[in-house]
T-cell receptor, first 111, second 113 residues
């Protein structure tokens, strides 16, 4: 069966520090992959999606970037975090029909 | 772009009652609509998908309706239980282009024993 992993589960980082969140998927090949952010009390905001290795589409201009170095690996990065980057980051893959399967998420707090 | 409206206020009901959550959308009518459940600190979990040519879809105690005239979907949980307490999100696909869902902000359901 398909599973999706994210790490770390929680992260506290100072403003201006770099960020790297990793997402890996098992049990599927060539999945569509997504990064979302969910701010406190708000909905899911799509940040990036990818249809294949090296193919990244950005939805929202920001100081974040994404990369897909391998078929089942999706990485979210930042060179310098802002306070506004705090939130719950979710990786998801699409492939079971039209639905999306979400990972467990990473809670990021920028201080 | 699509705009989705879900009641931001929490819905409080008693155990055993039927919970009804609403999802309204503007602009184009989507080919389908999805409902997800999200527990605190966890990622959303897919529950049901209903297509534009389906009026109603059921899964165990869950029932979803889709009214393309009203641009509305209703999500019902019958015989609700405290374990049903969670936030429920509706999601729609784009009108054209790449497959990426647009999510509502969700409605929190609290079922009291």
């Amino acid at each position: 069966s398909q599973t999706i992993h994210q790490w770390p589960a929680t992260l506290v980082q100072p403003v201006g520090s770099p960020l790297s969140l990793e997402c890996t998927v098992e049990g599927t090949s060539n999945p569509n992959l997504y990064w979302y952010r969910q701010a406190a009390g708000r909905g899911l905001q799509l940040l990036f999606y990818s249809v294949g290795i090296g193919q990244i589409s950005s939805e929202v201009p920001q100081n974040l970037s994404a990369s897909r170095p391998q078929d089942r690996q999706f990485i979210l990065s930042s060179k310098k975090l802002l306070l506004s980057d705090s939130g719950f980051y979710l990786c998801a893959w699409g492939g079971q029909g039209e639905s999306e399967v979400f990972g467990p998420g990473t809670r990021l707090t920028v201080l | 772009s699509q705009k989705i409206e879900q009641n931001s206020e929490a819905l409080n009901i008693q155990e055993g009652k039927t919970a009804t959550l609403t999802c309204n959308y503007t602009n184009y009518s989507p080919a389908y609509l999805q409902w997800y459940r999200q527990d605190p600190g966890r990622g959303p979990v897919f529950l049901l998908l209903i297509r534009e040519n389906e009026k109603e879809k059921r899964k165990e105690r869950l029932k979803v309706t889709f009214d393309t005239t009203l641009k509305q979907s209703l999500f019902h949980i019958t015989a609700s239980q405290p374990a049903d307490s969670a936030t429920y999100l509706c999601a729609l696909p784009p009108n054209t282009g790449f497959q990426k869902l647009v999510f509502g902000t969700g409605t929190r359901l609290l079922v009291s024993p």
